[in-house]
């Protein structure tokens, strides 16, 4: 029998979203598009979370509303695995769609905005049961009861209004309503981000256990690096669409190779105050609606030649889990035959540098 946690339970192939930029006037001629998320691809196997990171405007937050269909993309596959088969969502109905949509739950930035401020918390973690006709009445509330309790939120404060709540207690209610499905792909958009840092602490550690103990599959889509790197397996950075670098988290950040990489990590900020700041990449973010030719990254990057201003550099493998889109790193094809060159040459044996 094969193992289905080794499989893809998402992969997501050549997935684009460009919205039209139309014309002033009458005539309303199309005249370009905002490549909003450009051909991006990857899986993502049972139980791990990959991290999605960029500055505002890189894609991140449109690729997962294009996978979880509410955006329709404008192209490419968006599989999933459902009763052990593989089902291209992008390809889906509103109507066919429906039964998967409980499958796959969203938890948004602003606690604040996703819960309804009239309807008590106990009805709001109680209502996927109720849209989806789940068990009766009783079984539902005993159900919202001991999710509510396993987010640390005490049952019986079940009856009260979500305003009674801070922001965190917020967000917790917000990770019971997704998780009263046992859907099997969350995608978390910037979860922490409207949160003080001491509390995106315990909301990070709260999804951490969630993840270990319900074996979830996530997408957590986040600007702050830090954050991701307590959560998940895999990173992948975006810059103006597209995936700029694609590893396992450590390996991301032991070594970013990506030199939009590199600067966004070296502005983490450091808590040893002798180490000055830095304050990250410089210049203006590329504008999605009017790319620069070649690799968009070109005009804030200090390793750029002329190769960068004219083409766009293709994903590439440069070890066995890392991708990269940058025309100055070899691949793992041309590192082996400069290895062997060398070998040949020297007559040593070389160590591959990372
Ligand atoms: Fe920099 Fe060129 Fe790599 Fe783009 S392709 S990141 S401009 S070195």
Same mark, same amino acid.
């Given at each position: 029998m094969s193992d289905q946690t080794a499989q893809p339970i998402l992969s997501v192939h050549d997935l684009c979203k460009h919205f039209p930029i139309y014309s002033q006037g009458l005539l309303k001629r199309q005249t370009g598009n905002v490549k909003a998320v450009d051909h991006v691809s990857f899986d993502l196997t049972q139980g791990k979370t990959l991290g999605i990171v960029g500055e505002s405007g890189c894609g991140k937050t449109t690729t997962g509303r294009a996978i979880l269909r509410a955006i329709n993309p404008t192209s490419g596959q968006v599989h999933f695995r459902h009763d052990g088969q593989m089902v291209?969502?992008? +390809?889906?109905?509103? @109507?066919?769609? &429906?039964?998967?949509?409980?499958?796959?739950?969203?938890i948004f930035q602003d606690p604040f905005a996703s819960l309804?401020?009239?309807?008590?918390?106990?009805?709001?973690?109680?209502?996927?049961?109720?849209?989806?006709?789940? +068990?009766?009445? &009783?079984?539902?509330?005993?159900k919202v009861k001991?999710?509510?309790?396993?987010?640390?939120?005490?049952?019986?404060?079940?009856?009260?209004?979500?305003?009674?709540?801070? +922001?965190?207690?917020?967000?917790?209610?917000?990770?019971?309503?997704?998780l009263i499905l046992q859907p099997a792909l969350i995608i978390a958009d910037e979860a922490v981000s409207a949160l003080d840092v001491s509390v995106q602490a315990q909301v990070i550690n709260l999804?951490?256990?969630? &993840?270990?103990?319900?074996?979830?599959?996530?997408?957590?889509?986040?600007?702050?690096?830090?954050?991701? &790197?307590?959560?998940?397996?895999?990173?992948?950075?975006?810059?103006?669409g597209r995936i700029v670098e694609k590893a396992?988290?450590?390996?991301?950040?032991?070594?970013?190779?990506?030199?939009?990489?590199?600067?966004?990590?070296?502005?983490?900020p450091n808590p040893d105050p002798d180490v000055p700041m830095n304050l990250g990449v410089t210049g203006e973010v590329a504008d999605v609606g009017n790319l620069p030719n070649g690799c968009a990254f070109h005009p804030r990057c200090e390793h750029c030649e002329a190769i960068c201003k004219q083409t766009i550099p293709a994903q590439r493998h440069t070890d066995n889990q890392?991708?990269?889109?940058?025309?100055? @790193?070899?691949?793992?094809?041309?590192?082996?035959?400069?290895?062997?060159?060398?070998?040949?040459?020297? +007559?040593?044996?070389?160590?591959?540098q990372p």
């Open positions: 291209d969502l992008a +390809g889906l109905s509103n @109507k066919q769609l &429906k039964p998967l949509r409980r499958q796959m739950q969203m309804n401020p009239r309807m008590t918390v106990g009805a709001l973690v109680r209502e996927p049961l109720d849209i989806y006709h789940i +068990g009766t009445m &009783k079984q539902r509330t005993e001991q999710i509510l309790a396993r987010v640390g939120i005490r049952p019986e404060y079940s009856t009260r209004y979500p305003h009674a709540f801070s +922001g965190g207690q917020r967000q917790r209610i917000v990770i019971a309503r997704a999804l951490a256990e969630l &993840k270990e103990e319900l074996n979830l599959t996530m997408i957590f889509i986040a600007h702050d690096l830090s954050v991701v &790197k307590h959560i998940c397996d895999e990173v992948a950075v975006m810059y103006a396992p988290t450590q390996q991301l950040f032991a070594a970013p190779h990506h030199p939009y990489t590199q600067t966004l990590l070296s502005a983490v890392r991708l990269i889109a940058c025309h100055l @790193k070899p691949t793992l094809d041309e590192q082996s035959h400069r290895e062997h060159e060398n070998e040949t040459a020297n +007559g040593i044996q070389v160590i591959n």
